[in-house]
């Protein structure tokens, strides 16, 4: 059974940086598609970001690339999102999921359609100005 478990959320001012952490079990942490979300308040949700261990594609949205990195530990089972430079509209719950279409490469495409059939419970990032 496919579980995660996201944290590391937090309140933090304009241009600081925190790291999310998504906690897997259930799979093979060696052959995998890690993707994060963000819904703001009032918001619908937006793909942020996806890493593939499949074929190493990884995908950025615009408003994030430059300023977020994805990076796994297989020998932890852990994903993580490096936020820097984080700005008030950056303000979101979090989410991970894995468990995308097969074959799909990272993309914008896959962020906007794909069904990721697993996710996180969200960690909650807020941002001051």
């Known amino acids: 059974d496919v579980q995660l478990q996201a944290s590391g959320g937090g309140l933090v001012q304009t241009g600081g940086s925190l790291r999310l952490s998504c906690v897997a079990s259930?799979?093979?942490?060696?052959?995998?598609?890690i993707a994060w979300f963000r819904q703001a308040p009032g918001k619908g949700r937006e793909g942020v970001s996806c890493f593939s261990s499949r074929d190493g594609s990884i995908y950025y949205v615009d408003s994030v690339r430059g300023r977020f990195t994805v990076s796994s530990d297989n020998a932890k089972n852990t994903a993580y999102l490096q936020m820097n430079s984080l700005k008030p509209e950056d303000t979101a719950v979090y989410y991970c999921?894995?468990?995308?279409?097969?074959?799909?490469?990272?993309?914008?495409?896959?962020?906007?359609?794909?069904?990721?059939?697993?996710w996180g419970q969200g960690t909650l990032v807020t941002v001051s100005s």
């Open positions: 999921a894995t468990d995308p279409p097969a074959g799909v490469m990272c993309s914008s495409w896959l962020l906007k359609h794909g069904d990721f059939d697993s």
């Open positions: 259930g799979f093979t942490f060696d052959d995998y598609v």
